[in-house]
């Protein structure tokens, strides 16, 4: 039996498109990107969690010369709200980035690691959230779930309506 998945998003030209709650949380994604660590892909990364409470996280990748230990920056701000806001639901994730690893027209695309964790964070608060991914050249698309971008994520079946 042959079956298939299929991936809803939303595209954008431009991020100044999406609502003026959405650009917030892009200009605080961009601000944090400045505080990257990231002197061996010289690829930074912002990410910027909206709360359910408003409160806007923020992470950026910390690389490290032993390199799996560094960290990129969704789960910089995944794991501090995870720690510090437990009882607090992520509503929406963004994140950007800038550097050579990737074309600038190239949407973003996080790391399975990265996915995996975001997945967990709608299993942990058994929410969905939003995930908007901005190019170099600020194209944008959302999705209304991480489960979206891995659906054969571990642990997944504890989240899947279907």
Partial sequence: MEKEFSIKYTQFKH?????????????????????????YSKFNVGAALLMSNGEIIKGSNQENIAYPSGLCAERVALFYAGANLPETSVETLCIVAKGDLVPVDTILSPCGA?????????VRQKKEYRIILISQNDATIVFNSAVDMLPLAFGVQAIIKK
């Avoid at 991020?15 to 660590?37: F, G, P, R």
């Avoid at 990265?114 to 709608?122: A, D, H």
């Fill in 15 to 39: 991020w100044n498109e999406l609502a003026s709650v959405d650009q917030k949380l892009v200009a605080a994604a961009n601000e944090v990107m400045h505080t990257a660590y990231a002197p």
């Fill in 114 to 122: 990265c996915r995996q964790v975001m997945v967990e964070t709608e």
